[in-house]
């Protein structure tokens, strides 16, 4: 699995590490479409997202369209690139509000950001509600903008995950929409989107990646990138676990293609498509697994 990290709002020209901690409603995204952390392979690419994510603090604007769009780009681009892309592609959109940063010269009270959020002053001098976007326009939700970018990656093959960690509860609706353009609704429900449980913490946001992990590893066909050499050198192991090849219920090599793909099968294959797995991994070097 390749994984990649992009944060917005980040600075026009970025440095490591990021630092961007914004003291305003920033709204800045690189000029360049480098990720954060480009697509590389997990095991190269997760210590430097743990470390762009400890160097940066939240803060700024939101602004998802633009995030989104480059996210299309940065996907684009490893195709150019060739990075190997044959497998399913995904966003995973973390967000802690309701999208702003866009192109509005105005809108009404209930699409103003802060006065959604309840950063904006109550009242005027003259007891009317204010609306804080009257002086700061840019922070008028900017759903439209964020549906069409999320449909934009549907169309080319690339679902979205929606991701609402703490701070999201008042934009759940618009949350929901943007799931369902995204092509990967929470099949538990209740909401459309993946809520994070704000009492949890860590371990709540923890939960939804797990789930959502879970959810994605069902599949009883795995492709493989390259031929193996020798057949009888390829494992099988589910959450760390080896299979054993041989019988019904273990798996088979089909090599009825330029390249093979391990088939689950019996209830291997059940288990995968009902319970999900933390993890799949095909080793190659050691003599295949046997019946126990």
């Known amino acids: 699995v390749s994984v990649g990290l992009e944060l917005f709002p980040a600075p026009p020209d ?41 160097a940066e603090l939240p803060g700024g604007g939101t602004p998802t369209a633009r995030a989104l769009a480059r996210a299309l780009r940065t996907f684009e681009g490893a195709a150019d690139a060739g990075t190997a892309l044959r497998a399913a592609r995904y966003v995973l959109l973390a967000t802690d509000g309701g999208p702003n940063c866009g192109a509005a010269s105005s809108c009404s009270i209930d699409q103003c950001d802060r006065n959604i959020g309840g950063a904006c ?38 679902k979205t995950f929606v991701v609402g960690i703490p701070g999201t509860e008042k934009y759940v609706a618009l949350l929901d929409d943007l799931a369902v353009h995204g092509g990967e609704v929470n099949p538990a429900g209740p909401r459309k989107f993946f809520q994070v449980d704000a009492t949890r913490g860590v371990s709540g946001f923890s939960d939804v990646l797990t789930q959502i992990t ?21 494992n099988v192991e589910i959450d760390g676990a080896r299979v054993p090849q041989a019988g019904a219920n273990g798996w088979m090599l089909d090599e009825s ?4 793909s391990v088939v689950l099968l019996g209830t291997s294959c ?4 009902t319970q999900g797995a933390h993890s799949v991994r095909i080793v190659y070097g050691c003599p295949t697994l046997g019946p126990t």
């Open 121 to 158: 002053p109550t009242l005027t001098d003259a007891g009317a509600t204010a609306n804080c976007c009257d002086a700061e326009p840019r922070g008028c939700i900017d759903q439209t903008a964020t549906r069409d970018a999320i449909t934009g990656l549907a169309d080319a093959g690339i």
């Open 214 to 234: 879970k959810g994605l590893l069902t599949s009883c066909g795995l492709a493989l990138d390259s031929v193996p050499p020798d057949a009888s050198l390829v």
């Open 14 to 54: 970025p440095v490591a590490p990021i630092l961007l901690n914004c003291t305003s409603d920033c709204c800045d995204l690189p000029t360049n479409d480098i990720a954060t952390v480009p697509f590389a392979p997990a095991p190269l690419a997760l210590p430097q997202i743990e470390a762009a994510l400890d």
């Open 270 to 273: 059940d288990r995968m498509k």
């Open 257 to 260: 293609t330029s390249l093979p």
